[in-house]
């Protein structure tokens, strides 16, 4: 087989294609897990009352290559975040599909002492 024959036949086979990354045991490809990172990192922070360099990511879901469920957590409080996608042309896009917060659990306050 000649080098561009084989080349051809190694991009088609997803060789080459563009770095992925793994979260949560789930494949996704890095530039837009890194898009999602700096669309949930600071709002969750703010939610968490927490770092946003604590506070930690993991893809649940994904829908196509773009995720749509992801949970955030850090300083003992956590977050799920989901979003809908929008088809267009029969594709999904991540375009104007804002993430929402489906649950959300505060991290717990030491218990006040009883003074007699």
């Given at each position: 087989?000649?080098?561009?024959?084989?080349?051809?036949?190694?991009?088609?086979?997803?060789?080459?294609?563009?770095?992925?990354?793994?979260?949560?045991?789930?494949?996704?490809?890095?530039?837009?897990?890194?898009?999602?990172?700096?669309?949930?990192?600071?709002?969750?922070?703010?939610?968490?009352?927490?770092?946003h360099?604590?506070?930690?990511?993991?893809?649940?879901?994904?829908?196509?290559?773009?995720?749509?469920?992801?949970?955030?957590?850090?300083?003992?409080?956590?977050?799920?975040y989901?979003?809908?996608?929008?088809?267009?042309?029969?594709?999904?896009?991540?375009?104007?599909?804002?993430?929402?917060?489906?649950?959300?659990?505060?991290?717990?306050?030491?218990?006040?002492?009883?003074?007699?």
């Amino acid at each position: 087989m000649r080098a561009w024959g084989l080349w051809a036949v190694l991009t088609l086979a997803g060789v080459g294609c563009a770095p992925k990354v793994v979260s949560g045991g789930i494949e996704v490809y890095e530039s837009i897990w890194e898009r999602t990172d700096r669309d949930l990192r600071y709002r969750a922070a703010m939610e968490l009352r927490c770092s946003h360099d604590i506070v930690r990511l993991t893809l649940v879901q994904r829908q196509g290559k773009f995720p749509v469920l992801v949970h955030a957590e850090g300083c003992g409080a956590q977050a799920l975040y989901s979003r809908q996608l929008r088809r267009h042309h029969g594709q999904y896009t991540d375009k104007n599909s804002d993430w929402t917060v489906e649950s959300k659990s505060a991290a717990e306050q030491p218990a006040l002492s009883q003074y007699p």
